[in-house]
């Protein structure tokens, strides 16, 4: 099972600010099958980013993907006040699996 | 409009059997694979296995195999996540989830409301 690794645990910005959001992986991770997901309280999680890098329908660019192999990032150029929750990434090539997830709480 | 529909919340008591269901509209539901996915209260997501309506292959998790059943009924174009046997454990949110695209290795692009599974004596 492909062990999904994410740092750092909590990440504390002001509005405005980037965020870099790092998911490392126990072995490569094939295909760049790589997906990153948010989640608000209360809410079902929302499809960011797959395939690495390719944004899902709807998501502003503010949100992009990158990485191959063992090292995939989360980045958001520039938070917006409705950015603030828990990003989850996945892995599914192989016996998906996801990491324990980044909070990005307000500073 | 793509709608993943969840069964409401559930209070049961320990070794009682469990099934809840996730009804797909708005797309061929026989063409994606559906997912489903548990969070415990307060913990992060885990991906328990898929089913692929169309000819009900299915595929588990290690950590879940033996412990659910996966099945789809696809002329009412529903999936299901079901119990044998609840333990107190099993106490926790229950996503269902289709897939983005109709290969098995695929992101989950639309999610139920989610179901509360509650287990206490």
């Known amino acids: 099972e492909i062990v999904l690794t994410q740092s750092p645990g909590t990440l504390s910005l002001s509005p405005g600010e980037r965020a870099t959001l790092s998911c490392r992986a126990s072995?490569?991770?094939?295909?760049?099958?790589l997906a990153w997901y948010q989640q608000k309280p209360g809410q079902a999680p929302r499809l960011l980013i797959y395939?690495?890098?390719s944004r899902a329908t709807g998501i502003p660019d503010r949100f992009s993907g990158s990485g191959s192999g063992t090292d995939f990032t989360l980045t958001i150029s520039r938070l917006e006040p409705e950015d603030f929750a828990v990003y989850y990434c996945?892995?599914?090539?192989?016996?998906?699996?996801f990491g324990q997830g980044t909070k990005v709480e307000i500073k | 409009e793509v709608q993943l529909v969840q069964s409401g919340a559930e209070v049961k008591k320990p070794g009682e059997s469990l099934k809840i269901s996730c009804k797909g509209s708005?797309?061929?539901?026989?063409?994606?694979?559906i997912g489903w996915v548990r969070q415990m209260p307060g913990k992060g997501l885990e991906w328990m296995g898929i089913?692929?309506?169309?000819?009900?292959?299915?595929r588990y998790s290690p950590s879940f195999q033996g412990q659910v059943t996966i099945s789809a009924d696809k002329s009412i174009s529903t999936a299901y996540l079901q119990w044998s046997s609840l333990k107190a454990s099993d106490t926790a949110m229950y996503y269902c989830?289709?897939?983005?695209?109709?290969?098995?290795?695929?992101?989950?692009?639309?999610w139920g409301q989610g179901t509360l599974v509650t287990v206490s004596s």
């Open positions: 989830a289709r897939s983005e695209t109709p290969g098995i290795a695929a992101a989950f692009d639309y």
């Open positions: 708005g797309y061929s539901f026989t063409s994606y694979w």
């Open positions: 089913i692929y309506p169309g000819d009900s292959d299915t």
């Open positions: 072995q490569s991770v094939s295909s760049s099958y």
């Open positions: 395939g690495a890098s």
């Open positions: 996945q892995q599914y090539g192989s016996s998906p699996t």
